[in-house]
């Protein structure tokens, strides 16, 4: 079985501030890792994903990731934020012997963007 | 706009009564996924179809079932409904092996 914790339920950030997003997962097999963004009123958009090969995941939006297999983790970071940037942000992990859009997701980070 | 279409957007209902959720998934998609999200559980992955056939199972209620049609739109019907079955409920569409799923706006369930 597997699991998701992202250690950050909020952050508030700063326009043009760098942005780090946490998330630990647990797992007994190797697996997929994502990280999904939801805007207010809609549904969830991919960020980025890793499957295999770079550890170092570039995405849209600016986003990027590491995955880091001895720490179990795959934060997500930002150099410098938008307000538009202002959204719930949510890791997910898959098993690759299974279906991999079955998708375990963590609780979310909500991320709020001031000027 | 993500080309996979949920409907109705909002519902609301009754304990006790039966509802269909529809989803049409992006053009060429042959997989399907119905997520579940609360405030209590989260984002919860419930059933994947492909080409009409069920493929996996999650955490999904027995008074819950679906199903994918020829025309590869799906239905996602909550039965006996209860107060805690009041979520919003996304679609998804993929196409194997992009690991990139699609997700609809959702369907806001609300069970007074």
Same mark, same amino acid.
């Given at each position: 079985?597997?699991?998701?914790?992202?250690? !950050?339920?909020?952050?508030?950030?700063?326009?043009?501030?760098?942005?780090?997003?946490?998330?630990?997962?647990?797992?007994?097999?190797?697996?997929?890792?994502?990280?999904?963004?939801?805007?207010?009123?809609?549904?969830?958009?991919?960020?980025?994903?890793?499957?295999?090969?770079?550890?170092?995941?570039?995405?849209?939006?600016?986003?990027?990731?590491?995955?880091?297999?001895?720490?179990?983790?795959?934060?997500? /970071?930002?150099?410098?934020?938008?307000?538009?940037?202002?959204?719930?942000?949510?890791?997910?992990?898959? !098993?690759?012997?299974?279906?991999?859009?079955?998708?375990?997701?963590?609780?979310?980070?909500?991320?709020?963007? $001031?000027? | 706009?993500?080309?996979?279409?949920?409907?109705?957007?909002?519902?609301?209902?009754? $304990?006790?009564? /039966?509802?269909?959720?529809?989803?049409?998934? /992006?053009?060429? !998609?042959?997989?399907?996924?119905?997520? #579940? #999200?609360?405030?209590?559980?989260?984002? #919860?992955?419930?059933? #994947?179809?492909?080409?009409?056939?069920?493929?996996?199972?999650?955490?999904?209620?027995? /008074?819950?079932?679906?199903?994918?049609?020829?025309?590869?739109?799906?239905?996602?019907?909550?039965?006996?409904?209860?107060?805690?079955?009041?979520?919003?409920?996304?679609?998804?569409?993929?196409?194997?092996?992009?690991?990139?799923?699609?997700?609809?706006?959702?369907?806001?369930? $609300?069970?007074?």
């Amino acid at each position: 079985a597997q699991s998701v914790t992202q250690l !950050d339920s909020q952050v508030p950030v700063f326009e043009e501030a760098p942005v780090e997003l946490r998330c630990n997962y647990s797992s007994s097999v190797s697996v997929y890792l994502f990280w999904y963004v939801q805007y207010p009123n809609q549904g969830l958009q991919l960020l980025l994903k890793y499957l295999s090969g770079s550890t170092l995941v570039k995405g849209i939006n600016g986003f990027e990731a590491e995955f880091n297999k001895s720490q179990t983790s795959f934060h997500l /970071r930002k150099p410098s934020v938008h307000i538009s940037d202002t959204a719930e942000y949510f890791c997910a992990v898959s !098993d690759p012997t299974d279906s991999w859009g079955k998708l375990q997701f963590g609780a979310g980070t909500q991320v709020v963007v $001031t000027p | 706009d993500s080309g996979v279409t949920q409907t109705p957007k909002h519902l609301i209902t009754a $304990t006790g009564q /039966r509802v269909t959720l529809r989803c049409s998934p /992006r053009s060429g !998609d042959l997989s399907v996924y119905w997520y #579940q #999200q609360s405030l209590d559980q989260g984002l #919860q992955f419930l059933i #994947q179809y492909y080409n009409g056939e069920e493929r996996a199972k999650g955490n999904i209620l027995e /008074r819950f079932s679906a199903q994918q049609f020829p025309d590869l739109h799906s239905e996602l019907n909550l039965s006996s409904l209860e107060l805690g079955d009041s979520a919003l409920y996304f679609c998804a569409s993929s196409v194997a092996g992009t690991g990139e799923l699609f997700f609809g706006e959702g369907s806001r369930l $609300t069970v007074l």
